[in-house]
């Protein structure tokens, strides 16, 4: 089985840089991708959907780094969700995006090799066999 998601979008926050126990960065970001269409009466309509993002590693670094609020990206990823109890014994759940790859839309200060932030463990198009 395969999955793989592809959200473009403007980031609603600043990224946040945390760390595992065991040292590995992770950097936690949400991004708001608009839709807009017409209606069939003529009205236009619009909707946002909101998407948690979760990068690790040297990806997690190069996102705290250069991404902002407002920033428009490109994320690809894997959705991995989580359940649990609340404090109040609620039962909750999220969605999130596990980025693998984040490519930077706007121009920004990064230099072109900065534009692109993909770890070399990743598959490219040219390595699935399908």
Known sequence: MFQRVIVAGRLGNDPELRYTPGGTQVCTFD???NRRWTDRDGN??????????STWGKLAGI???????????????????SAW?????????????????????DG???SN?????????IAQDEDIPF
């Open 63 to 81: 996102c705290h780094q250069y991404l902002h609020k407002g920033r428009a990206v490109l994320i690809e990823g894997e959705v991995d969700a």
């Open 113 to 121: 090799e900065d534009s692109i932030a993909e770890p070399e463990s």
């Open 31 to 33: 991004v708001a991708a």
């Open 85 to 105: 109890i609340d404090q109040e014994g609620n039962a909750r759940a999220t969605l999130e995006l596990r980025a693998v790859n984040v490519r930077f839309l």
């Open 44 to 53: 236009r309509q619009e909707r946002t959907t909101w998407f948690r993002v």
């Open 108 to 110: 920004g200060n990064t």
